[in-house]
């Protein structure tokens, strides 16, 4: 059991920073601080800035080996993919909207918090053998569905642009996009195999671990005057489509219909039993869409989530 209570206890030592780090935001905010534009210059910087060194120095060092595990990806995606055109098939029935609100509420129900919360999780439970699935599942939630929402977004245009011309902006939008472009630039650097300069190194480091918590200190200052309860209904199923729905897609892939290690069927499964990753919020306060939906389903999930993952912790038999 020593294993399994290091996993909850991380669950309790990873949840909290979270919500004291959006508790500073929003106290920050309160008390006027920063100004009125404080969020969108600190979401920014995480779009333009920290995220792409995070993404650059992450997949430059990398084996590119490691990134490939089919059985693994497919399980994972799975999940992500059935998750989402569920989500996609209710919202449009029952929280109407158009294409890029419903691209945001998909993305809502699928974007699992990888890198904060997953990647930590499972080295507590597996040690470093458990490390290359938090990878490639940071990279699928990061880069593709980050580039798959992006285009749909972008297709939704303004109502009076040509299907052609919406192709090309969707299309000029994900060449353009700084988190597509870091991640290939650092595919191509660990395609090269020359080792990334020690200063490269540090600076990418520093900068992409200052990603997670200006995001969520944006979202705090964000919420200052907004309601956490309001669309609680349409919050609640996105919680329930997060927590429960895709790691149970996920769960049959990864169990009876991929062939694969235990490890890394059990790591498919946590990676998509995490909550709502704060790299949502970013996307929709980029575009200026659906940004309280968005903050509310980061924050209601992520509270759930401690008793969700601890009882898969519990079920897998961690320890």
């Not at 990134?67 to 109407?96: D, E, K, N, S």
């Not at 158009?98 to 809502?108: E, V």
């Not at 306060?285 to 309280?292: E, M, V």
């Amino acid at each position: 059991m020593g294993l399994l209570a290091a996993a909850m206890e991380a669950i309790f030592n990873i949840v909290l920073p979270v919500f004291a780090i959006m508790g500073c935001g929003y106290a920050v905010g309160r008390a006027g601080l920063l100004g009125e534009q404080a969020s969108g210059a600190l979401n920014a910087f995480v779009f333009y800035v920290a995220l792409p060194a995070l993404f650059f120095g992450t997949m430059a060092q990398l084996e590119l080996s490691q990134v490939f595990h089919w059985p693994f990806i497919l399980a994972f995606g799975g999940g992500l993919i059935g998750t989402f055109g569920l989500a996609l098939l209710v919202a449009a029935f029952v929280f109407p909207g158009r294409l890029a609100i419903l691209t945001l509420h998909g993305a809502a129900a699928i974007f699992s918090n990888t890198g904060y919360m997953g990647v930590p999780l499972l080295l507590i439970a597996y040690g470093p053998a458990g490390l290359p699935a938090g990878i490639i599942s940071t990279v699928i939630t990061g880069v593709v569905v980050m580039a798959v929402a992006t285009v749909l977004i972008e297709l939704d245009g303004n109502g009076d642009e040509a299907a052609g011309q919406l192709a090309k902006n969707a299309f000029a939008a994900v060449i353009k996009s700084p988190l597509l472009l870091s991640a290939l630039a650092g595919i191509l650097w660990a395609w090269s195999d020359v080792p990334l300069p020690a200063p490269i190194v540090r600076f990418c480091d520093l900068m992409g671990s200052t990603a997670g918590p200006c995001a969520l200190f944006a979202m705090g200052l964000f919420m200052v005057g907004k309601s956490l309860t309001a669309g609680i209904g349409e919050v609640g199923w996105l919680s329930l489509l997060k927590l429960l729905v895709m790691p149970a897609v996920t769960y049959w892939l990864a169990f009876h219909v991929m062939e694969m290690e235990t490890l890394w069927a059990q790591s498919a499964v946590i990676q998509a039993a995490l909550p709502t990753g704060a790299l949502v919020f970013v996307l929709a306060h980029r575009y200026g869409l659906y940004i309280q939906r968005a903050t509310a389903a980061i924050v209601i999930s992520t509270l759930l989530s401690i008793g969700t993952l601890s009882a898969l912790f519990i079920y897998f038999g961690v320890g």
